[in-house]
Structures are given as C-alpha cells and as structure tokens.
T-cell receptor, first 111, second 110 residues
C-alpha cells in the first residue's frame, strides 16, 4: 500500500530534550515536506526537500533541522524543543504529479 | 509576509445546497492554487488544483481563480453530509514552497 508513515504518532517531552520525528514514504517520491498545524494558523511549511541531499527552508524553519540522506526518509529534528513547538506535525511527499500525500500526523507536546 | 486568508467559518449549508468557500492570497507571483479537505483528526487530502484564470470542474467541485483579484474559490454542488470537513486553500509559486490558509470549517446538515 502506497503511504507516508510517521513515528511517533504522539509524543510528550520536556523542554530541551532532543527529539526526532521520522517520516518515510514508499512511493519513490522525490519531493518531501514537513508542516506544522496550529489552531487558527493552518498548515505552515517548515522545510522541504526536492531530492536526496537537497533541502530548503519553508516559512517557519527556526528551531528545526532536517536531513535527506535517503530518498524514502525525511526526519524532522528538534535539537532543543520549546513549548512553542507544541503542535501537530505532518510529513508529506509528492511525485511527478501535483498531489501531495500526507502522513497521519504526529502530535507533540513540549512541557 | 505572504499570506493566504480564508474565513474560518463555520459555514453551515443544508444538504443538497451549494457550498461556497473563498480564499484570497497576497503573493502576485503565485502560480498554483490548491484546495485540500481535512476531516477531523485526519490528514489533508488534495481535492482540486487550478493554475489558470477561470473555472475548473471535477464532479461536484468547481474551483475558480481570478489572478487579477488574487482570489480563489471552491464551489461544492449538491452538498452532502460527508462533505462536512475543514477546507484548506493553498498557493505556491513553484509547487515546492506551499502556503496554506487557516481553513474553513464546513458543516452540511441533513
């Protein structure tokens, strides 16, 4: 089944404790992206990647890192999480067509 | 600051009516426009894209784009209760960096 998977789905952590949210797609898509979704603000793009080793900042990259060492994986790294990074995070991928496929989301709470 | 604005709603329509969802954007360089549907607790899914001025129809959905007015809309004909969801408008200059509106919550009442 073609899909985008994210892990973990739910995470509670404390300020300053490094964490990684993994994202993997099995559709051989070149483009992958991370978003955060907050009430009243909608989806905001954090980072995107056009291909392996090619990443670029979206609208809200501060406090986040990404890497694209393999085509299928695009992890999101929070080196020192803060409470304002509490949010719902979505990973997405896209092939040659315009359709972005979103993962199921990761709900993060930073205390 | 490039922005996409939508009425947050909620928008409530009776079953069988036409639901009209509107969106404005600030970046005159935007080339691509999208409508996503997001059911509660689920991830967004693409329902329509539009690139040229005018109308684009797909089943019960019609997207309308007016680049001069920086306005994009989505019409849902014969609305069904299953259409109840949040609808997200998005725009992009190059299909890579995407900007979404906050979404309009639609409720279709039986």
């Amino acid at each position: 089944e073609a899909q985008v998977t994210q892990n973990p789905r739910y995470l509670i952590t404390v300020t300053g404790k490094k964490l990684t949210v993994t994202c993997s797609q099995n559709m051989n898509h070149e483009y992958m992206s991370w978003y955060r979704q907050d009430p009243g603000l909608g989806l905001r793009q954090i980072y995107y990647s056009m291909n392996v080793e090619v990443t670029d900042k979206g609208d809200v990259p501060e406090g986040y890192k990404v890497s694209r060492k393999e085509k299928r994986n695009f992890p999101l790294i929070l080196e020192s999480p803060s409470p304002n990074q509490t949010s719902l995070y979505f990973c997405a991928s896209r092939g040659q067509t315009e359709t972005q496929y979103f993962g199921p989301g990761t709900r993060l709470l930073v205390l | 600051q490039k922005e996409v604005e939508q009425n947050s709603g909620p928008l409530s329509v009776p079953e069988g009516a036409i639901a009209s969802l509107n969106c404005t954007y600030s970046d005159r360089g935007s080339q691509s426009f999208f409508w996503y549907r997001q059911y509660s607790g689920k991830s967004p899914e693409l329902i329509m894209s539009i690139y040229s001025n005018g109308d684009k129809e797909d089943g019960r959905f019609t997207a309308q784009l007016n680049k001069a007015s920086q306005y994009v809309s989505l019409l849902i004909r014969d609305s069904q209760p299953s259409d109840s969801a949040t609808y997200l408008c998005a725009e992009s200059y190059n299909n890579n960096d995407m900007r979404f509106g906050a979404g309009t919550r639609l409720t279709v009442k039986p």
